[in-house]
Structures are given as C-alpha cells and as structure tokens.
C-alpha cells in the first residue's frame, strides 16, 4: 500500500518511514513538506495513495488547509468522468490542544495521533482507520471529553462561531463560512460575550 507523508520535520520522517517500510506492507511513495508540494505531487501522480499521513504544522501552512484541496482534486476528477476513491487521511501532529483535535475530525480526518505516540499505535492508529474506522486514542479522546464541558453552555452554531474566531477569521469570513449574513454573525458573538463574561475576541481564542 502506498502512503503519501505531509510533514517538514525529517527525523520524524524518517522514524515514519521506517517503521512502515519494515512491515513489508506500506510503501512511502512520496514525502512533503508543504501543502503546495503535496497537492503537486498527487496531480503529476496516476493514482491516490492508500494512506496519507498529514502534519497540522507545515511550516506557515496550516495543514487542515489540505483537506478542502484534496476534496478539489477529486471533485475534478469525478467532473472528468474518472471519480476515485479519496484516502483516509491520519493527522499526527504534536498539538494537543482539543480545539485543534476537534477541527482535524471536523475537517475530514480519519483518525489523531499524538507525535509523541509510538510504534504500535500508529500501526494500530493505520489499520483501524484502512478498515474504514475512526481512530481516536484514548488520550486524545480524554481531551474531548474533558473539553466538551466547557461548550456546553453553547448552541451549535455559536460553537462553530467560536472555532471560526480561533482560526482568526474575521465576521467576514465567518459569514461567508456560515451562509449567514454579517449582522447575524455580531449577534452570536454577543450572545458568546454573554456567556462568557468575555470582551474581545482572544478571550474566546482561549476557551
């Protein structure tokens, strides 16, 4: 199976690299370290990959940015009479901030995992998301859970508001993200100040 690895650290590369390799199933077709040459080398290649494995950090790059681009890409292909099957896509990433866990599976991750977690659990983390599974580790899922307390004071779309202003998003853009008007926008945000007993907008990035 061939897999396709996003990620500028090249120690963690290569401990990557080796560790499937030495299976004797996974082959690592080709490495990236920015979403720029990712998506370059999935449009000069025939096929998808069986597995891509995504870092969140790419230098200036945010890398949950892949995701709409590899919607494109096969959303292109599906126009040109070849649809292809997407890859699951695992995002191994050193942050552990439950906001960004969250984001990862909201934009369309198959399954989380720490940097700092092991051998076995990365195979592990590999072949339950294969078989079509979400792989979350019990770490990262006490994360959540503990989180999930601190939104429960919010309604869905005030919650989707507030991970929108933690990527720094203007009420432009969240407008637009949201399909709804600008004013609409201003009201969530104060019925979030409400809540909260916040005054501006890096009080809500710190939730």
């Known amino acids: 199976m061939e897999v396709l690895l996003i990620d500028d650290h090249p120690m963690l590369n290569a401990g990557i690299v080796s560790i499937l390799e030495q299976t004797g199933i996974f082959k690592i077709c080709a490495q990236a370290q920015s979403l720029k040459e990712a998506i370059s080398v999935i449009e000069e290649s025939k096929t998808l990959p069986s597995l891509i494995i995504l870092d969140m950090l790419l230098?200036?790059?945010n890398g949950l940015d892949f995701f709409p681009m590899l919607d494109n890409y096969c959303y292109n292909k599906k126009a040109e009479g070849k649809p292809i099957k997407k890859p699951p896509v695992l995002v191994c990433s050193a942050l552990g901030d439950p906001f960004k866990i969250r984001a990862a599976f909201n934009s369309g991750a198959a399954g989380f995992l720490s940097k700092t977690s092991g051998k076995d659990?990365?195979?592990?983390?590999?072949?339950?998301?294969?078989?079509?599974?979400?792989?979350?580790?019990?770490?990262?899922?006490?994360?959540?859970?503990?989180?999930?307390?601190?939104?429960?004071?919010?309604?869905?779309?005030?919650?989707a508001v507030i991970d929108l202003i933690k990527l720094n998003k203007s009420n432009k853009q969240i407008a637009d993200a949201l399909s709804i008007s600008l004013r609409t926008v201003e009201n969530y945000i104060s019925k979030i100040y409400f809540k909260t007993g916040f005054s501006s907008r890096e009080e809500i990035q710190s939730l």
């Open 59 to 61: 230098g200036e790059d």
């Open 121 to 159: 659990e990365l195979l592990k983390a590999i072949d339950t998301i294969l078989s079509g599974n979400v792989y979350i580790s019990d770490e990262v899922n006490i994360k959540l859970k503990e989180n999930s307390s601190v939104y429960a004071k919010f309604s869905k779309r005030e919650i």
